[in-house]
């Protein structure tokens, strides 16, 4: 079989996301990254959480800023609220799946904190809690989302960011999320210590 024309057809699919996507989320990638370096410059944390895949790419965004992206520097504090099971599955149990993010955002998110909250195929109940959570806590949120994603944009407010793809094909909003946390650790880098020469 030949595969060819179907590995082209992706690449070619995602390069054209790619190209349609820099102008329109250019200014609230910059202003998510402004938002998150000035809360870690006040010592403060970010705090970030997605479903299935989503919780992966919240993962690499806390790893990137706990470990290093491509330079070495210190460590920035940043963690994944999906990560361990075994608190997941105890608040699913007691409390229901809506409640997973928002009740450990109530017990480990402060004022000036960020919550960054990934949604890359519909919006989760969960997530829209979390962001409300955030917001009782007094932190500010950076919401990466998707064109399905119409009820994030109401629960912004004016010191958050919203970054959404312009796609309803989640393999290519995926793939711009991605592209879109490696830049915004670049940013952060860049804007904490100086010095970033991307190639």
Do not use: W
């Amino acid at each position: 079989m030949d595969y060819y024309q179907i590995i082209s057809d992706s690449f070619q699919s995602t390069i054209e996301t790619i190209a349609a996507s820099v102008d329109t989320i250019a200014e609230p990638l910059g202003r998510a990254s402004e938002i998150m370096a000035r809360a870690l410059l006040e010592d403060r944390k970010i705090i970030a959480c997605g479903n299935g895949v989503d919780g992966a790419l919240a993962q690499l965004f806390t790893s990137n800023l706990l470990s290093r992206l491509e330079h070495d520097r210190p460590a920035l504090p940043a963690l994944a609220l999906n990560s361990d099971g075994t608190i997941l599955t105890a608040i699913a149990h007691a409390g229901g799946l809506s409640d997973i993010y928002a009740r450990q955002l109530r017990a480990l998110g402060q004022a000036g904190d960020v919550l960054l909250c990934i949604s890359s195929d519909g919006e989760a109940n969960n997530l829209l809690q979390a962001v409300q959570a955030a917001h009782e806590r007094g932190m500010a949120v950076v919401a990466l989302s998707n064109a399905t994603d119409g009820e994030f944009g109401t629960l912004l407010g004016p010191g958050d960011a919203g970054i959404c793809i312009d796609s309803v094909r989640r393999p290519r909003v995926v793939e711009l999320h991605t592209m879109t946390i490696q830049c915004l650790c670049q940013l952060i880098e860049h804007s904490l210590f100086g010095g970033y020469h991307g190639e």
